[in-house]
């Protein structure tokens, strides 16, 4: 991947304050927005959710799922240029004292300071999306597979 294609994923990641979160309900893929944060080193993706929630229903069957984060649209003549990055993992919940949660905690109050509350809610839970692979688009003509190596190489940026 090229040094501007890099700058473009990291600009979506960290960036980005929304994703599309695919998951699976009655053997039928099922798509929701969802907001996220990622780990620091790009190992993983974090989304608070409620467990009322159907997608959330959905990753407690199946922890297979997809998140996509997309460039926001910005009238372009050609919106299939636009930057979006289509991360394949495993979702875990992730217990309240578990290693590892405060931090990623914080780093979502940090982001959406709205979510504080609900992190006091029952229903509320943070879950871990474990990439397995992803398929970037940086824009016309460059579109790369990435490893979790790939990811992480490009948060040491």
């Not at 217990?95 to 959406?112: D, M, Q, V």
Request: glycine letters at 6%.
């Amino acid at each position: 991947m090229d040094d501007e294609s890099e700058k473009i994923l990291i600009h979506l990641i960290t960036n980005m304050r929304t994703a599309a979160l695919g998951t699976i309900r009655d053997e039928a893929p099922r798509v929701s927005m969802v907001t996220f944060v990622s780990a620091p080193d790009f190992s993983a993706f974090y989304v608070h959710v409620s467990r009322l929630a159907q997608h959330t229903v959905d990753m407690q069957k199946n922890k297979q799922v997809s998140l996509l984060i997309a460039e926001a649209d910005d009238g372009r003549t050609d919106p299939q240029t636009l930057a979006r990055l289509s991360i394949r993992g495993a979702a875990e919940f992730m217990e309240n004292g578990e290693p590892g949660y405060a931090p990623i905690k914080t780093l979502y109050i940090e982001r959406y300071p709205a979510s504080e509350p609900l992190f006091r809610f029952a229903d509320f839970g943070l879950w871990r999306i474990k990439p397995k692979g992803a398929r970037f688009v940086a824009g016309f003509s460059k579109a790369f597979n990435l490893t979790i190596e790939t990811l992480q190489k490009a948060a040491q940026k």
